[in-house]
């Protein structure tokens, strides 16, 4: 038996009026989707547990049949072991994203925040950006290191207490005075404008018309994850694909085989066809579960970019699902594919919501009266609800019925 998981993250959505009052996931031309969803188990679940904040490190442990209320310690640190990065216990780790605020105040805390992604900056120019960062702060205990795209790494020895720090992408467009840590924390946030704002690679990046990553922004911390291995579990060989570092840290943990593809970026721009291949491969070379994470539809919620995020879902559709698809059904062998966000990404509030998401479960050995097109509402219509999601890989894996 194989298995294959299609993450869609932050694919489910609300009525937009844009698209006649339709969701992203109804607007999208998916055959691939709809034609398991016809045969599938179909329902919804909620993957982020009440008083929880709805990141995808919870959602996606959960997804992966990990409690996220034992197992989730912040994302930075399942991060940080996704860039080889040997944590301490005495260490935490955090998120430092390159950011995109106002530059006319006078005043670092009356900035706006304008993108968190810095116009999803290259790696590259951001490495430029993180070395000048670590140059300019770095110390014995303190130490920055590159990671993809805006996405980057701070790992501190024995650091100061902080409280809870805020997501930039929950605040675009707002004044970022109320939403400050505390020092250290906030001086070196406001202290990096001034290294990063005239840095050349700004400067080159205004001539182009491109947003500067004119600031650090630092939240949540964690300290050294440690998971059960998958293996362990489910007693499968198992392996994880994602363009993303926190993906590949909650697989590496896991014990899993996280697969690097060349051109996955975690955006719409992305390499679905070579997720897919990598996908097939990794079954062909004995892989029994496969998670292919693939970031796209979350970037345009978070963007309110409507056309990329309908697009997005019919590339994953087209160019990944469709092909992992034909190859397992070439095999031969029973197979069983999970399709589902782990957390929706509104168009309309840009930011990731706590709310429960539909998901099909198709089992090539045992067809399940379905839905015609799979959608949040089609999935709410089946009134199988499961209010826990690290039970999901119970019903794809255990065949719970």
């Given amino acids: 038996m194989k298995y294959l998981v299609v993450l869609c993250d932050g694919m489910a959505d609300e009525p937009i009026e844009a698209l006649g009052g339709r969701t992203p996931m109804e607007a999208a031309y998916k055959p691939i989707a709809d034609s398991l969803a016809a045969s599938a188990l179909i329902g919804t679940v909620s993957n982020v547990p009440g008083g929880m904040v709805p990141e995808s490190d919870t959602a996606n442990l959960a997804v992966l049949s990990y409690d996220p209320e034992i197992y989730s310690k912040g994302r930075s640190p399942l991060e940080a072991v996704s860039m080889g990065l040997a944590m301490t216990d005495t260490q935490t780790a955090y998120r430092a994203n390159i950011v995109t605020l106002s530059e006319r105040e006078e005043h670092y805390e009356d900035r706006v925040m304008l993108d968190h992604s810095a116009d999803e900056i290259t790696t590259p120019e951001a490495d430029a950006l993180i070395r000048a960062i670590e140059a300019h702060f ?14 980057h790494c701070l790992l501190w020895e024995n650091a100061p207490d902080g409280r809870e720090f805020m997501r930039p992408h929950d605040i ?47 939240w949540s911390p964690g300290k050294k994850p440690a998971l059960p291995a998958f293996r362990d579990k489910w007693g499968l060989d198992a392996a994880v694909i994602s363009a993303v570092d926190l993906i590949k840290g909650i697989g590496i943990c896991a014990g899993m085989e996280s697969i690097d593809v060349e051109g996955a970026t975690g955006n719409v721009h992305t390499n679905y066809t070579g997720k897919a291949q990598a996908a097939i491969a990794a079954f062909e070379r004995g892989k029994e579960f496969v998670y292919i994470h693939i970031e796209a539809p979350d970037e345009c919620g978070h963007r309110a970019e409507i056309d990329n995020k309908v697009r997005s879902i019919e590339l994953i559709d087209e160019k990944i699902t469709g092909p992992c698809v034909e190859y397992l059904r070439k095999t031969g062998e029973p197979f069983r594919v999970m399709i589902l966000p782990d957390h929706p990404t509104p168009i309309r509030t840009r930011t990731h919501s706590i709310d429960p998401v539909p998901f099909l479960i198709y089992d090539s050995a045992h067809p399940r009266d379905g839905v015609t097109t799979f959608t949040e509402q089609s999935a709410r219509d089946k009134a199988f609800y499961l209010s826990r999601g690290e039970k999901l890989l119970d019903y794809m894996i255990g065949g719970k019925r």
């Fill in 138 to 151: 770095g110390t014995d205990a303190r130490h920055f290191y590159t990671g993809v795209s805006y996405r």
């Fill in 172 to 218: 675009l467009g707002r004044k970022i005075a109320e939403y400050l840590p505390d020092e250290p924390f906030l001086s070196l946030m406001r202290e990096s404008f001034e290294v990063l704002n005239n840095h050349p690679v700004n400067q080159a990046r205004r001539a182009r018309g491109l947003r500067p990553a004119n600031s650090l922004w630092l």
